[in-house]
């Protein structure tokens, strides 16, 4: 986001803090940050505050800087859960300068070594219970996801982690428990020497770093349970078709090859991913 918003001058000074100092010392020479400061120091020189760390830390760090931003300064996150969060700072006194957000794109990888221009463009940015929000702070973030080339869907902080439950976080869930199962088999270097496209772009997720995706699965563990039972019975019955029914296994594949028209669909024709349908369901 640094990157983008400092090349459509949608910032003019990008204050990076982090608790890392080799990554802001990695920020700094990268060019993507101008200067740091502590938390505090640069909440209080802020007009727009972007919090990006691990959805527990948020927890703290929110409040924290609530405390800290001058009156007219807009605040907002990009943490994949949103009740939890929200709750925090409800009766916040400067609860309507925070817009609680999620734009729907990222990589396995991390630190500032690893951002990416134009990460943002074509995805989807979830803002949530905009109506809690002042609406000038609401304009600031519309239009930063706008000049970063995303489309808006606007839903609940219940909605968000419920749909994000099935769509991001399940295979993420799904990633890792794949990669486990084959590193816990004996010969597994054949099963790598083997591996080609399809099974690397199925574990890829699970380079994800446990830190940032351990605190989500707790915040959202209603949700994702949800999502898991339903995907545990779908397993199960792939197995009995596979073992005992040819048909009703060929049955189940031509119904689940249904989501190329619906993804097709969601986007003039073009395949989109699967964050981006919901879309469809919660654009106002």
């Known amino acids: 986001m640094a990157i983008d918003l400092k090349k459509a001058r949608f910032a003019t000074e990008v204050i990076g ?13 990268i060019g993507f940050i101008d200067r740091t400061a502590t938390l505090e120091e640069a909440c209080k020189e802020a007009d727009l505050v972007l919090i990006a ?19 007219h300064a807009t605040v907002t996150d990009m943490g994949s859960t949103k009740r939890m969060i929200t709750g925090t700072v409800k009766n916040h006194p400067m609860r309507r300068n925070y817009v609680p957000a999620h734009p729907m794109a990222g990589t396995e990888n991390s630190g500032p070594t690893a951002a990416i221009s134009d990460l943002f463009r074509g995805k989807i940015a979830i803002m949530c219970d905009q109506e809690e929000s002042g609406p000038q702070h609401v304009a600031l973030i519309e239009k930063m996801f706008q000049v970063l080339g995303m489309k808006i869907a ?12 099935f769509i991001s976080h399940l295979p993420h869930v799904v990633a890792f428990a794949l990669a486990n199962a084959v590193l816990a088999k004996e010969n597994r270097e054949i099963i790598f020497d083997l591996a080609s496209g399809g099974f690397r772009s199925t574990v890829r997720l699970a380079k994800s770093s446990p830190e940032m995706w351990g605190p989500i699965f707790q915040q959202n563990k209603e949700y994702i349970l949800e999502s898991l039972d339903v995907y545990i019975r779908q397993l199960k019955e792939f197995k009995d078709s596979i073992e005992n029914d040819e048909n009703r ?13 619906i993804l097709d669909s969601s986007n003039g024709g073009s395949l989109i991913t699967n964050e981006e349908t919901i879309i469809k369901l919660y654009t106002k």
């Not at 948020?58 to 800087?65: A, C, K, M, S």
Request: aromatic letters at 4%; hydrophobic letters at 40%.
């Open 53 to 71: 760390v691990p959805v527990d830390k948020i927890l703290t760090i929110l409040p924290f800087v609530l405390d800290h931003i001058p009156v």
């Open 249 to 261: 296994m060929n049955e189940l594949m031509t119904n689940a090859n249904h989501i190329r028209n």
């Open 154 to 165: 606007y839903m609940s902080a219940d909605e968000q982690d419920h749909s994000t439950a």
């Open 17 to 29: 803090v982090d608790s890392d100092a080799g990554h802001v010392e990695q920020a700094l020479n």
